[in-house]
């Protein structure tokens, strides 16, 4: 870039504006001629055109050739609202072989001839178009960032959302690596049996996955592994990992990093629902193992050799707690959540006993029942048609458990059911399940080593669940699965999918391109407060490191591109405007005041 | 150059529309053909924790009678931003009453992309208060 | 006739709305050359006529037009707008496909593109010619309902379908319009044809995915809710126009006589779950937007009852239980109870006939405006158009939806977003990554087993 310039302060003179009419939506109410007229005088305003259309392509033409021809060096367009034709004229001044970012628009059709009529749109115009070239004077061409990034992404958990991770980006040519802190693949599926709501076997869906990760070749495995630390940026992570068995360690150079650290389930603290007091309360869990090991084929259920006549079946525990109703955690903590999939989960299990085991009977105690997916209010359906017993509690009266006074049963469980004018009943039992819900995997270390944010229900937060719900706000960081919230197996790997595209995108070049508005210091001015990196929004874009200058040392700011936002918090506290931003400066916005208070004049 | 409505002019109100949310929210207003008074000068940033407490001030001594930062609030794309520049706020407006200049002439507000009557309801306050108020009277 | 004009893309998605603009996006961002199909004028779906989205009442626009505007600006993404699509299937023919899939198709392997055949629907205004100035809309003297607004305020018959439509083409009804010229002369750039004729064209691409989107079950066909003919009884998507920021009234107002609501009522469950009076799945999104839909009223309506008749809230996915938790403290009525019957009330009122779920027996209650959760249907059917499968629901077939729920029975054709069963936004956008995955994983095996 020839015109390239390091020296900020640098104005030019040759500023090209190109005033549109719209076909009559800005002429009818700005005096376009006139405005041209004004805007030719102003100095540094090299020629003035109009045109009917200045999108069209003999308005285009225009600017081409003025910038060919050497006449003009910065490019001011006014016409419609920059978000309909900026990118429109940056591609016009490439095609003319100058840097597209030696553009400035100004609004007078959405904010001008719209808004306002007569005169003072025709003077409004004007001082916008002054303003707009106030700012062109300093505008100077600019280059997207480049940065290297290693074409290798590790993911962080073996769980399903991390094995779907790792295969989809490996596919599209990228290395993996999967560490995984136990010694399995596979996480929680391991621990389900038939899947809600159709039945698919869990270990089927694992050993898929398995068959396709332990070969692949682009992928490494790393099981009983820990991460001691992380460090770099975008494209040029490095993990210090150690393995548990012999406490070796190794590093990991990696571009990307994909957070797959997934979940555990609740434990009831003891005395919650009678667990940990009576061995007929279980969880879940168990539960479906009992449901995944059991070879009997009598008519009724039998749970550690013993026949289970009547079932009660909790749901929302650890789940949905309310503050003040509900006994938080030893970090003072209550999961406020929903778990999402314990719902299909339990009726999945009960309508397994109804149809395996007849004599067993079964009672649904919830709050409200969540058969949110596809094919899960089938599963409710089928319950009720299946004769289980539906009962439900209010938050604010839960279920207790007792000892029965029946012989024949060793428990009973009050409720007070709001389905039949809340009467309170006691359901004498042989078996009560807890469905616990979904926590997070305690991974707070890696969280505030790589500075992850946790949100308020302890899950890791994306950047926005809309905008970027696969994102933190590191870049080059990404998350998928149950660390994120409560999913199944098919949410959990569309998440993975998801993480997986973006992680593919950022990385496929080999390289990393950034918007070029990013702070730039001016090293003559700079004197080393530190202010700049005090008030810095990014941790790690900005530092003061020590140069020497003329055999004596200095401290200077430096930017690291590749992580500043470009949000100028450091512009605004440098004492010695030695720090701005590249394409939006300060001192461009305080020449733009000087162009609107002088009405045009102070150009 | 200046128009019969010149004296209005003198009354400038400078508005910072931040590009994702406000900036946008001003165009809609322009795409509905609602009309709002001409003395406002919106200029379009990225992020108004750009601009040091000196520059709000310099903007009054320059003539400008009132400003609005029409941020994105909350939802601000620039992790931590919003709040760092709303504090800078809290010092402009210490500078501000130090040298006696009403404080209503600088405003922060958040508006969206589709905040037409927001903006609308915003610019009109400020138009009227300048209007009382006049440009204020300091010297750079 | 037999189109001649064929465009060549990596991936066609059917369907602009916020699952195909998401998939569109991160295949275009993975260097995919992506062709956008949308029947509408305008990209954005549903989502850019809603009001403010849950959990975290951001504005739908907001979040919207960023995503559009980008596919808009995209150097790999081409929209087609205001399209039909005639046929989609493999495309089998061999010999004139043979140079189209580049990497796919070497010597000897069998053609397994797909070929589409697209109609370009006329808008009598020529997209090359118009400059979105809209002056052809302020000078037409008729008017018609405005659909975009529910059909609760008017438009003109040539007009840009919304504010923020992408593209900013205004398109005539034509089956309004008395052809009174008054548009043409109007015309800064002559863009008005009143002969445009629709214009046929194929698109072939390696893979495609379907985000056709949803309906609302349609509550002309619900006897029990009035068949549509009770005022002051509408759906849900008409109450998010009316929340809008630039709705129709710019207000919450109710239709029949302007008149500021006191009472609102939410009908939960308005034909989900109830194979009788509609579909027998949950529509999974309807308790959460009524729950939204009931905090923006409780804000621009202060004094306003509001009620929630349902059966179960489902408040399933992340921040939604506490936004839940959050309208029952801010006073929002929930009642569980199965509406049995809407009738026309006193004073342009509505009654409501419901069944308490605690057993108690059969209760009513007159509301000033009453909103109904209908329930969610596919928009698309493939029927004769595509031999994709869909499932006894009428959504796409997953055919694996423990794995990849993007999955179809087709190969190289994925399916993302309500296409593929009712969804939220967050659920849709997550699945829209995943389809773009499968899609990208299809292409770059193909180019390694060949």
Redesign the interface.
């Known amino acids: 870039m020839s015109e390239m310039s390091s020296d900020k302060t640098t104005k030019t003179d040759r500023v090209g504006v190109y005033i549109c009419y719209c076909g009559g939506n800005i002429s009818d109410h700005v005096d376009v001629e006139a405005v041209r007229n004004r805007v030719e005088k102003m100095p540094g305003v090299a020629v003035a055109r109009t045109e009917m259309f200045m999108c069209s392509d003999p308005g285009q033409e225009m600017i081409i050739e003025d910038l060919k021809s050497g006449k003009i060096d910065r490019v001011v367009v006014a016409s419609c609202a920059p978000s309909l034709h900026e990118t429109t004229f940056r591609d016009a001044i490439k095609r003319a072989g100058s840097n597209p970012f030696i553009y400035e628009h100004a609004n007078i059709r959405e904010q001008v001839s719209w808004v306002h009529h007569g005169d003072t749109a025709t003077n409004k115009a004007t001082v916008l178009i002054a303003s707009a070239t106030a700012k062109a004077k300093r505008l100077k061409p600019l280059d997207p960032i480049r940065v290297e990034a290693k074409k290798h992404t590790t993911i962080i958990g073996g769980g399903v959302a991390g094995i779907k991770t790792a295969l989809d980006i490996a596919q599209t040519g990228i290395e993996v690596t999967l560490i995984e802190k136990s010694g399995i693949l596979g996480g929680q599926l391991n621990h389900l049996d038939r899947l809600a709501p159709s039945g698919e076997k869990a270990s089927d869906i694992l050993q898929e996955f398995l068959d396709q990760i332990v070969n692949y070749k682009n992928i490494t495995i790393h099981t009983n592994c820990i991460i001691e630390n992380v460090t770099g940026y975008v494209g040029n992570f490095r993990l210090d990992v150690v393995t548990k068995s012999d406490n070796k360690k190794f590093n990991i150079d990696t571009g990307a990093i994909v957070m797959a650290t997934g979940s555990v389930s609740y434990t009831p603290y003891d005395g919650e629902y009678g667990f940990g007091r009576h061995e007929q309360v279980i969880v879940l869990k168990d539960l479906i193992h009992i449901l995944k090991e059991n070879k009997s084929s009598g008519s009724v259920l039998e749970v550690n050799g013993k026949p289970i006549k009547n079932m009660v079946m909790i749901h929302c525990v650890g789940s949905r707690q309310i503050p003040g109703i509900h006994k938080p955690k030893e970090n003072g903590k209550l999961n406020e959540y929903c778990s999402r999939t314990c719902c299909a989960a339990m009726l999945n299990a009960s309508n397994q006993i109804r149809e395996n085991f007849p004599g067993t009977g079964i009672y649904e105690m919830y709050r409200d029942i969540r058969t949110y997916g596809r094919g899960q209010e089938a599963l409710y359906t089928q319950a009720s048609k299946n004769k289980v017993v539906f009962m439900r509690y209010e938050a604010d009266a839960l279920p207790e458990i007792t000892p029965s006074p029946l012989p024949d049963y060793p428990l009973q469980v009050k409720i007070k059911d709001s389905l039949t004018f809340n009467e309170e009943m006691d359901v004498p039992v042989d078996l009560v399940v807890l469905a616990t819900g979904i926590e997070p995997d305690d991974v707070s270390g890696l969280a505030s080593m790589m500075k992850l944010p946790i949100g308020t229900d302890q899950f890791l937060l994306e950047v926005h669940p809309k905008l970027r719900p696969v994102e933190f706000p590191i870049t080059g960081v990404f998350l998928a699965g149950t660390c994120q919230a409560p999913m199944d197996a098919g949410e959990a790997c569309n998440a993975a999918g998801a993480a997986a595209v973006k992680a593919s995108a950022l990385l496929r070049k080999g390289y990393i391109e950034l918007d070029p508005f990013v702070a730039q210091v001016d090293i003559d001015k700079c004197q080393g407060h530190g202010a700049c990196v005090e008030a810095c929004l990014k941790e790690g874009a900005l530092e003061l490191i020590e140069t020497t200058i003329e055999g004596k040392i200095h401290k200077k700011a430096r930017v690291t591109a590749a992580l500043c936002l470009g949000c100028g918090a450091c512009a605004a506290v440098c004492p010695e405007k030695a720090i701005d931003i590249n394409g939006w400066a300060l001192k461009q916005y305080e020449d733009m005041v000087d162009a609107i208070v002088s009405d045009g004049f102070a150009v | 150059?200046?128009?019969?409505?010149a004296k209005r002019?003198e009354n400038?109100i400078?508005i910072l529309a931040t590009e994702?949310?406000a900036y946008?929210g001003?165009?809609?207003?322009?795409?509905?053909?609602?009309?709002?008074p001409?003395n406002t000068?919106?200029?379009?940033?990225?992020?108004p924790?750009?601009?040091?407490e000196s520059?709000y001030i310099?903007?009054f001594k320059?003539?400008?009678s009132g400003i609005i930062v029409m941020s994105c609030g909350e939802?601000c794309p620039?992790?931590?931003?919003y709040k760092?520049m709303a504090k800078?706020l809290d010092s402009v407006y210490k500078k501000m009453k130090a040298m006696k200049l009403d404080l209503k002439r600088l405003r922060l507000t958040a508006i969206?992309?589709?905040?037409?009557?927001a903006f609308l309801n915003e610019v009109k306050q400020m138009d009227q208060l300048v209007q009382e108020l006049g440009p204020p009277q300091l010297m750079a | 006739m037999v189109p001649t004009n064929t465009k060549n893309f990596d991936t066609l998605v059917v369907g602009g709305g916020i699952a195909g603009l998401q998939t569109a996006l991160d295949l275009g961002d993975q260097g995919y050359s992506v062709a956008v199909v949308e029947k509408d004028a305008s990209i954005g779906g549903k989502m850019i006529r809603l009001s403010k989205v849950f959990p975290t009442l951001d504005c739908a626009s907001c979040i919207t037009t960023p995503k559009m505007s980008a596919v808009a600006h995209h150097e790999n993404i081409t929209l087609f707008t205001y399209c039909t699509l005639n046929s989609l299937d493999h495309d089998n023919s061999g010999e004139d496909s043979g140079n189209k899939f580049p990497g796919i198709n070497a010597p000897g392997v069998k053609a397994t593109g797909l070929k589409a055949l697209i109609t370009q629907n006329p808008r009598y205004v020529d997209p090359i010619k118009c400059i979105g100035c809209r002056q052809c809309e302020y000078v037409c003297p008729v008017h018609v309902p405005d659909m975009e607004q529910g059909g609760l305020s008017a438009t003109k018959v040539i007009c840009i379908p919304f504010s923020n439509a992408i593209p900013q083409l205004p398109m005539m009804d034509i089956e309004n319009c008395m052809l009174c010229g008054q548009c043409e002369k109007a015309c800064p750039t002559n863009a008005i044809d009143y002969f445009q004729k629709p214009e046929r064209f194929i698109i072939t691409a390696k893979t495609a995915v379907i985000t056709t989107g949803f309906d609302l079950l349609p509550v002309r066909d619900n006897v029990q809710y009035g068949n549509a003919k009770i005022p002051n009884v509408i759906d849900s998507l008409q109450m998010e126009r009316l929340l809008a920021p630039h709705g129709p009234y710019n207000r919450v107002l109710r239709p029949s006589d302007g008149m500021e609501p006191d009472s609102i009522a939410y009908v939960q469950c308005a034909g989900s779950r109830d194979k009788s009076t509609g579909v027998s799945y949950c529509s999974r999104v309807c308790c959460m937007y009524a729950i939204k839909q009931a905090m923006l009223l409780s804000g621009s309506l202060p004094l306003a009852d509001i009620i929630i008749y349902y059966m179960d809230i489902r408040a399933f996915g992340k921040g939604y239980e506490q936004f839940y938790q959050n309208a029952k403290a801010m006073g929002i009525e929930f009642i569980k109870a199965k509406v049995a019957r809407i009738d026309e009330g006193e004073n342009g009122q509505a009654q409501v006939r419901y069944e308490l779920q605690d057993g108690s027996g059969i209760a009513t209650a007159d509301h000033d405006l009453v909103i109904l959760s209908m329930g969610m249907i596919p928009a698309w059917n493939p029927g004769a158009i595509c031999p994709v499968s869909k499932d006894s629901d009428k959504f796409i077939t997953s055919i694996k939806p423990k794995i990849s729920p993007v999955l179809t029975d087709m190969e190289g054709v994925f399916v993302a977003g309500a296409a593929a069963g009712p969804k939220d936004i967050v659920d849709t956008i997550t699945e829209s990554g995943c389809a773009a995955m499968e899609a990208a994983k299809f292409m770059s095996k193909r180019l390694v087993e060949n």
């Open positions: 150059m200046m128009s019969p409505q002019q400038k400078l994702t949310c946008p001003a165009d809609s207003v322009g795409q509905t053909h609602s009309s709002y001409a000068y919106i200029l379009r940033v990225r992020a924790v750009l601009f040091p520059f310099d903007c320059k003539g400008i939802e620039y992790e931590g931003a760092a800078r969206c992309t589709v905040c037409n009557r």
